[in-house]
């Protein structure tokens, strides 16, 4: 924190904590999130997209080409995200009261956190502190061999995911794979209440009337009337024919429907179905 952003030169950005910053007077902090250590090469890896130097035939350019990370793995990371924070939710939402589904969901959690952090050290720490919110906690050696378990299962998966080209079709039967959500609802005995305040761990019900509304919130904001503006404005429409057809007859009393059409522009069908609103 307080390096210059805009620079493009990696010695720039990456200070040393207490050194001023020349351009801005500004002292370089360090804001540490977690205690968890990771190598350069490894936070590299996880970074999308990844960004190869091209040769060009002349031998006299450099072209940066970025290479897109292949959907199925971003659909990878992005499930098992919300899958984790619904794991955390769910013990939140039970104020840690698991017992009876303590391995279940922590066997789960691991096997979700590996898919997404990769290192076996990194699932421990997170598997403990999973474990620290329950309870009556699970004792710590069985905590380390259910994370340890899960990462292997996970790792194991995660090969034969990519060696497959990121696609769930054509992967071993016997293969341990993510659960669906239907699976970890039923082995959690999430309740509907739960499932509400969830993103992942959802319903069909629930995912339905959500995408109802996310497209219910696009139409208006493409200026689409709701159905019940939609309604009103209709009827406000009808009744303005209504009183427009009141007021040709009487003026002119004796007007035959053919006659009332010409006055009022309506065709003569329109006329004879608002006369019987009269």
Sequence with gaps: ???????????????????I??????RATVDIWNNIEYELSTLYSY??????????RRKKKREVVTLPPAKGLVDLYSLNTKKKDDLELLVTLRSGQMVGYRNTCLYTYCFTIALIVKEQKSTIVFARQLN???NEPLLI??????????HKDASTF????????????????????PEKASTIIRKLDISSEERQQMRFLIDDVIRQNRNTELVREKRREAGVKSRTEY??????????KVDLLHEAIETNPTASIR????????????????KSQL
């Design 158 to 177: 995660f090969k034969a995911f990519s060696d497959n080209k990121y696609t769930m079709y054509g992967l071993a039967r016997d293969l341990i794979k």
């Design 141 to 150: 050696k069985e905590v380390q061999e259910t994370a340890k378990s899960a």
């Design 259 to 274: 006659k009332l059409a010409e006055i009022t522009g309506f065709s003569k069908s329109v006329v004879q179905r608002l």
């Design 132 to 134: 620290e919110k329950f």
């Design 47 to 56: 970074c999308t997209p990844v960004e190869k130097i091209k040769k060009s």
């Design 1 to 19: 924190l307080g390096a210059d952003t805009q620079t493009t030169d990696p010695t720039r950005v990456l200070r040393f904590p207490n050194t």
């Design 231 to 240: 309604e009103a404005n209709e009827r406000a429409k009808t009744q303005s």
């Design 21 to 26: 910053n020349q351009k801005n007077q500004v």
